[in-house]
């Protein structure tokens, strides 16, 4: 649940930070079984997906589906460049 408790003490106002757990959580159920049942696995994705979040986010984010969409394709981004970084080493 670290992943909950980073996006609960982001520096947001009310409105925001509920668009943005409402985003994760949607996010999150739309991308939970790509990451089968081991738990440090799953916490892992779930914190990558977190970071996402909120390097997307900002106090004026009220749109759940954008920010959903947008961490999304933040977080494949950033396993995408993962990959480049181990095929180059």
């Known amino acids: 649940m ?4 980073l996006i609960d003490g982001a520096s947001y106002g009310p409105d925001a930070l509920s668009a943005v757990g409402k985003a994760f959580d949607a996010a999150w159920a739309e991308i939970a079984g790509n990451f089968g ?38 977080m494949a981004l950033d396993y995408r460049l993962r990959g480049d970084e181990r095929r180059s080493s």
């Open 2 to 5: 670290k992943a909950k408790q």
């Open 37 to 74: 049942n081991d738990r440090s696995e799953i916490e892992a994705a779930r914190l990558r997906l977190a970071r996402a979040m909120l390097s997307i986010a900002d106090e004026d984010s009220r749109d759940v589906d954008v920010l959903k969409k947008a961490a999304l394709e933040r």
